[in-house]
């Protein structure tokens, strides 16, 4: 795919390691260079000057043609416990929020995978305004090249767990993926990769076939359809059961454990009642359930669950055989709601 942006030129990290060699080979260049070219895009170089392995004639050539970059740092805040919230620009004018974590296993990247989103689920700021536009692969891509170049360190988790329903843009998040694992490039597994969505049946199964080895998390929030309904328009869609029904398949298709996101909400989700159906929902799957303690969303009107009330829901999960994790909480410094930085930047 070679996708040329409105100053005319090829945006390079749109490509794969086959595009770019052949795009290479069309401009007359040796096959050779596309590897050279390809690992330097993403150890960060910005412009072919900075790949001094080229003659001045070749960088010359690349910079009237192509593009190395997808995304622009507009703003960052770092926190005391190095998670750093990003705002990027892409080409067009819009911005998008990616977050640098730190974990025990190692720095974890999670990204959007389209401006704003069509999705409208209630606790989320993120999709406030609605779906502006599919990302590119290369714009997921370079979100991570990105981060690393400011960070300095290599990022070794992806969670595709940022704006966006991943699902809804589904051709380039195949595609981002295959550049992400490339070895020549940020060279992350496979099983390092999680994305996560709010339920596309469809694209649950076949996700299993594309994409086996990646980890799938889904967003559930809520233990029935009447409540996920109110929550989560996507949700009217389809019967809680038929969604169970897709995770089991993408089980079986690929002996993963799935990831089920339950976002804590005060008074909303939040009661034994609540905990109790969730835990009968989920028995007997491979299956792990991640509690989310909600940031106070100010146009929602929504605010999470307390500590100790989080825990005691975990514990009623625990108690009837469902692995529970309540999510660490980082960043609590600089913790406004995910989606928030782009809605203070739309003014
Ligand atoms: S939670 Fe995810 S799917 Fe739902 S509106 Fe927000 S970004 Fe979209």
Redo the contacts with the bound molecule.
Sequence with gaps: MKLVNESGKVSLKDMTFPELREWMTEIGEKRFRADQLFRRLYQGAVTPQEITEFSGALRSRLESVGDMTAVSMLRKQVSKDGTRKYLFGVRDGLAIESVFMKYKYGNTACISSQAG?R???AF?A??IGGLERNLTAGEMADQIVAMERDTGERIGHIVVMG???PFDNYDQLLRFIEIVHDERGLNIGMRNITVST?GILKRIKQFAGDMPSVNLAI?LHAPDDELRRKIMPVAKGYEMSELLEACRYHEEKTHRRTTFEYALMKGVNDSDEHAVKLASLLKGMLCHVNLIPLNYVEEKGLRGTERKNAEHFAEILDSRGIEVTIRRELGSDISAACGQLRLENRG
């Design positions: 989103c999705m409208g689920c989320c993120s999709g704006t966006g329903e709010c967003s």
